[in-house]
């Protein structure tokens, strides 16, 4: 069973439906649950917040905190999950920032990635040091979040 598969089926055991905000992977997440038949049960939508600015004017993200610690940090993933809940209706927000390369960007290194899931006004960060190229890091993000999703039984 691929890992959107179970991500698909843990939520709809449980009678959640998700939603994502998406930074370096621009969609990723939420087309890779789209593959999965019966999504549409689950998949509320998403919001690609590529640019910094978005995740404020989209995803809610304090415009403050924003300036102060930059795009790839815990609380502002935290944020982006909490928003996209939020902004789509859903019962679990999952969200991803951070740095695919190939340079750094804002002083934070190449692979350094925060992953969030929302659920029930909450948000929980994690921070992850993937390796690899730009698309394996990508690939690494979204299976990240596809597994958090997939243990939500």
Do not use: N, W
Request: charge should be positive; proline fraction near 4%.
């Amino acid at each position: 069973m691929s890992r959107a598969a179970a991500a698909i089926g843990a939520l709809r055991e449980a009678g959640l439906t998700v939603a994502t905000c998406e930074s370096l992977t621009a969609g990723l997440v939420a087309g890779e649950l789209a593959t999965v038949p019966g999504a549409s049960a689950v998949l509320r939508g998403g919001l690609i917040t590529y640019a910094t600015q978005l995740k404020a004017v989209l995803a809610g993200v304090d415009p403050s905190l924003l300036a102060a610690r930059g795009a790839v940090d815990p609380e502002v993933a935290e944020q982006m999950a909490l928003g996209a809940a939020r902004v789509c209706g859903a019962d679990i927000g999952l969200a991803c920032t951070g740095v695919a390369g190939p340079e750094p960007q804002d002083g934070r290194p190449v692979g350094l990635v925060y992953t969030a899931l929302a659920r029930g006004g909450r948000a929980r960060a994690h921070e992850h040091r993937f390796g690899g190229d730009r698309v394996a890091i990508r690939a690494a993000t979204v299976a990240a979040l596809l597994e958090r999703a997939a243990r939500l039984r």
